[in-house]
């Protein structure tokens, strides 16, 4: 799996937009790009993935550059609950395969304050 | 929908013990991981199953961890003996497969002596 590069740590404004980036310049032209997050004391949960195309949930927007090499996760307008640490990951989900397993990183630790 | 259940939340026994930790999946997912997670660093995958069988278990200590999923539902992972190494979360996850969303437990921590 293509390794992923993210800033250790950064902070943000509550209600203001968070904008979180990743580097996976070696990604393959196969390889989706995984967004998870874990809050202090829990387990990862899912953000949102894409492959090429921008996408978007009720969580986030995932912005992909067009050479694939890099994205950004947007939390559109942060609040205190989304202080975390932020996992940008990349996977190859082969066809007729249920192997889905994530390798994490060490991720981007957000704080967003007050 | 009820999440993925693990049990015990926290644990402490001394090295050379043994433990044992039990999860239950969503219902319906037939991908089942384990992962380790050792305080400030990122979740390491230990074993994935699909259904009752073995998919990946590379990164699986042997000599020292096992894991069963028998009848493709509940898993259990065990240690023995413990190692004052093996203090971590242990985190289960569980997949329907079709997306690549995993769905985590709230991990079960263990403290080694």
């Known amino acids: 799996d293509a390794k992923t590069t993210q800033p250790t740590s950064m902070d943000c404004a509550e209600g203001r937009a968070a904008n979180l980036p990743c580097n996976h310049s070696t990604i393959s032209g196969n390889e989706y790009v995984y967004w998870y997050r874990q809050i202090h004391s829990q387990g990862p949960q899912y953000i949102i993935h894409g492959l090429k195309n921008n996408e978007t949930n009720e969580m986030a927007s995932l912005i992909i550059t067009e050479d694939r090499k890099s994205s950004t996760l947007i939390l559109p307008h942060a609040t205190l609950r989304d202080t975390a640490v932020y996992y940008c990951i990349v996977r190859v989900a082969e066809m007729g395969s249920n192997d889905y397993k994530l390798s994490f990183g060490a991720g981007t630790t957000v704080t967003v304050r007050a | 929908e009820a999440g993925v259940a693990q049990s015990p939340r926290y644990k402490i026994i001394e090295k050379r013990q043994s433990v044992a930790f039990w999860c239950n999946p969503i219902?319906?997912?037939?991908?089942l991981y384990w992962y380790q997670q050792i305080l400030g660093q990122g979740p390491k995958l230990l074993i994935q199953?699909?259904?009752?069988?073995?998919?990946?278990d590379s990164q699986l200590p042997k000599d020292r961890f096992s894991a069963e999923r028998l009848k493709g539902v509940d898993s259990t992972l065990k240690i023995q003996p413990a190692k004052l190494e093996d203090s971590a979360v242990y985190l289960c996850a569980s997949s329907l497969g079709l997306t690549g969303e995993l769905f985590f437990g709230e991990g079960s921590r263990l403290t080694v002596l």
């Open positions: 219902s319906g997912h037939a991908t």
């Open positions: 199953f699909q259904n009752n069988g073995v998919v990946d």
